[in-house]
């Protein structure tokens, strides 16, 4: 049975979607210690850290500085890009000193449990950790109760997230949500009452 023009492009989409799907399951999940990781398939590249950003960059230069091919290196499974040299030469004397929380994810959902991706644009660096957040608004949320977010991300990460894969973590989290879950919509107002207070 052929399907008519009008009714074969729902079902391209959706295998679309599944195929990026897959792709992003492959790039999150390698078979080492950093699974999950904020990663994406790119080019010959099955895991490219934070879309190539500089992970050393954050620290030296507090910067999100793109990472160049030329400065590549691959350690457990992920591919890493570097703005210099000098940065790859760190790296690779101290990869443990570079380490991202939550390994590079999106710190507001790890609240919650939830490995989302994250913007590599939209970082912060507080006593001496590297958080990222999916967008701004994601970011201010988290800095409104920080000791708390980061104590709440931290014992998520360590108990149900790191080893795991991060599609299966963060579809039984949608579906059995922690029980401080709050909606992007919810953070978001939050974040507005609080700016909207009298300093």
Known sequence: MMLRPASALPALCL?????????????????SSLK?????RHGDDARLMLCGYDVVGYFTAGQALPGLPQHR??????????????HQAQFQLEPQRYRLA????DAMRMVFAIPDAADPTVWLLHEGRVFFF???A??????LDLANNVALADA????????????????????????????????????????????
């Open 102 to 105: 939550y390994h590079g994810f």
């Open 36 to 40: 999950p990781v904020n990663a994406v």
């Open 134 to 136: 999916a967008d701004a």
């Open 73 to 86: 290196i691959e350690l457990d499974g992920v591919a890493y890009q570097f703005a210099s040299a000098e």
């Open 138 to 143: 994601s970011k201010q949320a988290f800095e």
């Open 156 to 199: 998520y990460w360590r108990d149900e997230v790191a080893g795991h894969n991060s599609a299966w973590q963060s579809l039984q989290r949608r579906i059995d949500r922690v029980p401080h879950y709050r909606s992007r919509d919810a953070l978001a107002q939050a974040v507005l009452e609080a700016q909207s207070k009298p300093r």
């Open 15 to 31: 295998m679309l979607a599944a195929l990026s799907g897959c792709n992003t399951l492959v790039a999150q999940n390698p078979a």
